[in-house]
C-alpha cells in the first residue's frame, strides 16, 4: 500500500507540473495588456481607467502604477521581458479625451477620441436587476465586431487591432461554461462612431412552463388557489409581470454543451441573455500613424493630403532619417578615434612609470636642473656660486641666498665633534683684528670695496655682477633682514630692567612676548586680558 501511495504522489507530481507548463504555455500565448495615462487627468478619467482594466482581465496588469517621471520608453522596456503586447494610454485635454491603441513592437498605433463615456457604477445603479461578480473576471470575455467588413484600409486596421487585443478562439475545442462576458464593438458607418459595450452573460432553459422553471431554479411560486400541482405545469398562473420572459428566435440557440445551470442540458432549446454591466464609450477615429506614435500617418479623418503633398513629407522626413544615421556614424568614429587615444596616452603614461622605477632600481637619482649646461653638476654650480660670495663679500651667505646649495661636505681632517656655532660673518681664520663690538655690516661698510667708490662703479664692481636679477633682490633683502634683527637685538633695555633668558621649551608671557607681535606696545603689556570682554576679566571658566 505504501509503494502504490508512492506511485500515485509520483504521478500526481508528474501530472501538475504538466499542466503548469501547459497553462505557462498558454499564458504566454495570449496577448497581454498595459492600460494608463498620460498627462494630468481627472477623477472620472482614472475611474475610466480602473474600469477598463476591468474589462481586460485577466491579462492585464490591475495594480499597475503610474508615476509622473514614467515615459512611454519605461513602459515599452517593461514590455517586452512581461510579454504585454498591447498598450491602452489615456489623455486628456481642455476640450477632450483620447484613448491611443498602440500595438507592440513596431505599432501601429491608433487615436480615438472618446466623446461620451459612462463609468460602472453609472450603468449598475441604472439596472433594475444586475448580474456581477467575481467568477466572470476568471476568463477573458468573448469579443463581437459588428459592421467591421466594410472597404477602408483604416477599417480592417481598427478590426484586426480590436482582435489582437483578446484571445482567439477555437469554435471546435472552446469551453462553453468559460464564457461570461462578451465586449461587443458596433461601427456605424453612416457617423462613423464605435459604440464599445460591456455585458455579462446569462444561458437560461427554454420550452418549459414558467412554473416549472420556477422549480428548477429552487423558487416556489405560491400555490395557495391551486387545486392540483399539474396546474402549476400546465397553467402559467400567479406569476408577477417581472417574471415574464421576452425571448424568441433572436436568442434561443441549441447548446452543443451542457451549461452552468439548472436545466442546460446539451441539444436543448435556451436563451442567451445579455446584461450590461459596464463601462460604456463612444469612440470616433482621429488617426491611425506607423511605429509607436512617432511614424507615417496612414489615415486622418480630419486632414486630406494630395499624393504630392505625402511624397514631399516622406523626402522630408526620409533627409532627416538620413542626417541623423549620419550623425550617429560620425559620433561613433569620434568615440572609437577617442578610445583609441585614451588607450595610447594610458600606454605611454605606463611605459614612463616604468622607465622612472627603473632608473631608481638602477641608482641614477640626480636631478639636473634644465637651466645647467651639459655634463655640469648642480653641487659644482651651488659651491661655485657660495665660494664666489665668500670671496668677493666675505662673509658666509644666507641659507636661501642660494636654494640649490647642498650641505658642506666636511673635509678628511676636520673634526666631527660638535662645537660652539659661530656667528656668521668672516671666516674663522680670515677674521681681522677689529673690536668685537663692531657688527659685519659696518665692516662691510668700512672695507676698501666701499670706501671712495662712486655708485656707478659700486655697481659694476657687485659681487654677484652677471648674476640674475632674482639672486641679486634676494641678496639685498638679506641684508636689509638682518640689518633690522641686528638693530632690534641691541637696542638698550629701560632702566631696572634685565634681559630674560629663554628656557628651551618656555613660553613667553606678557610684555615679554611684545616684540613677536605686531600689536602697540600698550596692548601688549596688557597680554591676555586685553582680548577678554569687559567685566570679565576676574572670572574663570568653571572646571
Given amino acids: 500500500m505504501a509503494k502504490t501511495h508512492e506511485l500515485e504522489t509520483k504521478n500526481q507530481k508528474k501530472e501538475r507540473a504538466v499542466a503548469q507548463h501547459r497553462s505557462q504555455e498558454e499564458y504566454g500565448s495570449v496577448p497581454h495588456s498595459f492600460v494608463f495615462h498620460r498627462g494630468c487627468i481627472g477623477k472620472t478619467v482614472h475611474q ?130 468559460a464564457i461570461k462576458r462578451c465586449v461587443l464593438i458596433n461601427y456605424n458607418p453612416d457617423t462613423k462612431i464605435l459604440e464599445f459595450r460591456h455585458y455579462s452573460l446569462k444561458v437560461v432553459p427554454v420550452g418549459i412552463s414558467k412554473g416549472l422553471k420556477k422549480l428548477l431554479q429552487e423558487k416556489f411560486p405560491n400555490m395557495s388557489r391551486l387545486e392540483d400541482i399539474s396546474e402549476l405545469l400546465v397553467r402559467d398562473i400567479n406569476l408577477s409581470e417581472s417574471e415574464a420572459e421576452q425571448d424568441g428566435s433572436h436568442n434561443i440557440t441549441e447548446l452543443p454543451q451542457a451549461y452552468a445551470g439548472r436545466g442546460n442540458m446539451k441539444a436543448q432549446q435556451s436563451a442567451v441573455r445579455l446584461t450590461e454591466i459596464g463601462p460604456r464609450m463612444t469612440l470616433q477615429l482621429i488617426k491611425v500613424e506607423e511605429g509607436l506614435g512617432q511614424g507615417n500617418v496612414l489615415y486622418h479623418s480630419f486632414i486630406h493630403k494630395t499624393d504630392e503633398e505625402i511624397q514631399k513629407a516622406l523626402a522630408r522626413k526620409e533627409a532627416k532619417l538620413q542626417l541623423k544615421a549620419e550623425r550617429r556614424r560620425k559620433q561613433e568614429v569620434d568615440v572609437e578615434r577617442k578610445q583609441e587615444q585614451r588607450q595610447a596616452h594610458r600606454k605611454k603614461s605606463l611605459e614612463g612609470i616604468k622607465r622612472k622605477k627603473k632608473q631608481a632600481e638602477g641608482g641614477d637619482s640626480d636631478a639636473e636642473d634644465p637651466g645647467m649646461q651639459e655634463g655640469q653638476n648642480a653641487d659644482e654650480l651651488s659651491d661655485d656660486d657660495t665660494e664666489y660670495y665668500r670671496q668677493e663679500v666675505g662673509e658666509e651667505p644666507e641659507e636661501d641666498l642660494f636654494p640649490q646649495r647642498a650641505k658642506r661636505k666636511r673635509s678628511p681632517g676636520q673634526s666631527v665633534k660638535p662645537g660652539k656655532r659661530q656667528k656668521r660673518g668672516h671666516p674663522a681664520h680670515e677674521q681681522s683684528p677689529e673690536p668685537s663690538g663692531k657688527n659685519s655690516k659696518a665692516k662691510c661698510r668700512k672695507s676698501p670695496w666701499f670706501r671712495g667708490q662712486p655708485q656707478q662703479q659700486r655697481d659694476s664692481s657687485h659681487p654677484l655682477k652677471g648674476r640674475p636679477s632674482h639672486q641679486k633682490n634676494a641678496y639685498n633683502s638679506t641684508r636689509q633682514h638682518r640689518g633690522a634683527q641686528n638693530r632690534k637685538r641691541n637696542r638698550p633695555l629701560p632702566a631696572g630692567q634685565q634681559k630674560v633668558k629663554r628656557q628651551p621649551g618656555s613660553r613667553l608671557l606678557g610684555s615679554q612676548r611684545q616684540s613677536r607681535h605686531t600689536l602697540p606696545g600698550k596692548q601688549a603689556r596688557k597680554g591676555k586680558g586685553a582680548f577678554r570682554k569687559p567685566g570679565q576679566a576676574g572670572k574663570r571658566r568653571p572646571v
Fill in 48 to 177: 475610466l481607467i480602473l474600469d477598463v482594466r476591468r474589462v481586460m482581465e485577466p491579462y492585464t496588469a490591475t495594480g499597475l502604477k503610474v508615476r509622473k517621471k514614467n515615459s512611454l520608453k519605461d513602459f515599452v522596456s517593461v514590455a517586452g521581458p512581461l510579454g504585454v503586447t498591447h498598450f491602452l494610454v489615456f489623455t486628456k485635454t481642455p476640450s477632450t479625451i483620447n484613448l491611443k491603441l498602440i500595438r507592440l513592437p513596431g505599432g501601429p498605433t491608433l487615436t480615438f477620441r472618446v466623446t461620451q463615456y459612462s463609468l460602472i457604477k453609472d450603468v449598475v445603479s441604472s439596472l433594475k436587476r444586475h448580474r456581477m461578480h467575481e467568477q466572470q473576471f476568471t476568463h477573458h470575455p468573448l469579443l463581437v465586431l459588428n459592421n467591421f467588413g466594410l472597404q477602408g484600409l483604416h477599417i480592417k486596421v481598427m478590426a484586426t487591432m480590436f482582435q489582437n487585443m483578446f484571445p482567439s478562439i477555437n469554435v471546435h475545442r472552446v469551453n462553453l461554461n
